[in-house]
């Protein structure tokens, strides 16, 4: 029992965390389709809406534990690729910094994808409702 409450509350903050940063992409995905191209994310709009639909959908999918673990295999991609090649490669972040965000947190979000794409949406998700087998 438990578990499944620990799994709920990972899954509502992880998707909480998601969909709001997910909404603004959605409404006006152009606003980072330069920063994308930047990055040497080309198409830039592609990528924009790729990043959007993962945070926005994956953020929904999560909160319902709806298709949790593909949900979470995409979010913990993104996430991977942003802490591991965007942030200290590209953009030359720290892990952390005392003055401003570093990669740290786009880590943790990866690692909480992770733990939901192995361990699912738990007892208090909608896959284990409607017996999917994600």
Do not use: C
Not at 37 to 62: S, T
Not at 72 to 82: D, S, Y
Request: aromatic share 12%.
């Amino acid at each position: 029992m438990l578990t499944g409450l620990a799994l709920l509350a990972l899954r509502i903050g992880v998707g909480v965390e998601l969909l709001v940063h997910g909404w603004p992409k959605i409404k006006n995905p152009a606003s980072v389709t330069g920063f994308m191209e930047q990055l040497g994310m080309k198409p830039g709009i592609f990528w924009a809406w790729i990043a959007a639909l993962v945070e926005f959908l994956g953020g929904i999918a999560l909160i319902l534990g709806l298709l949790t673990r593909p949900a979470a295999f995409f979010v913990t991609i993104e996430f991977l690729i942003i802490a591991f090649y965007l942030k200290p490669k590209k953009m030359k972040v720290p892990f952390t910094t005392a003055q401003a965000a570093g990669w740290e947190w786009d880590w943790l979000i990866m690692m909480m994808g992770l733990a939901l794409l192995l361990a699912g949406s738990g007892t208090y998700g909608l896959d284990r409702v409607l017996n999917l087998p994600f």
